[in-house]
């Protein structure tokens, strides 16, 4: 399985911005669903945005018109912008991996990040 390194997370204030990067150990073009979730505390984890390797993009309805998810093939790195955070935003964030298509939609990723904390504070 290709191994994925998250960076990029930290303490924000309440209407600004992060970006958040997810490095792949090997070739994107192995690769061909990726996403972002995340996990508040008391919560179950949930999803915050896909893309595939066509460039598809599926987001949470919580955070559209506020997070971009992309992807740089030639860094084998892909993104999350974060703008206009709500303490809301506050949790775990994962970077998630899959040669398959499909865990786009199932979310049955088979590579998982170490996760990295974003905080929020109002």
């Known amino acids: 399985q290709v191994q994925v390194v998250e960076s990029g997370g930290g303490l924000v204030q309440a209407g600004g911005s992060l970006r958040r990067s997810c490095a792949a150990s090997?070739?994107?073009?192995?690769?061909?669903?990726m996403g972002w979730y995340r996990q508040a505390p008391g919560k179950q984890r949930e999803l915050v945005a896909t893309?595939?390797?066509?460039?598809?993009?599926n987001y949470a309805d919580s955070v559209k018109g506020r997070f971009t998810i992309s992807r740089d093939n030639a860094k084998n790195t892909m993104y999350l912008q974060m703008n206009s955070l709500k303490t809301e935003d506050t949790a775990v964030y994962y970077c998630?991996?899959?040669?398959?298509?499909?865990?786009?939609?199932?979310?049955?990723?088979?590579?998982w990040g170490q996760g990295t904390q974003v905080t929020v504070s109002s």
């Open positions: 090997r070739s994107f073009f192995s690769i061909n669903a």
């Open positions: 893309i595939t390797s066509g460039g598809s993009t």
């Open positions: 998630a991996a899959d040669r398959l298509t499909r865990a786009a939609v199932t979310g049955l990723f088979g590579s």
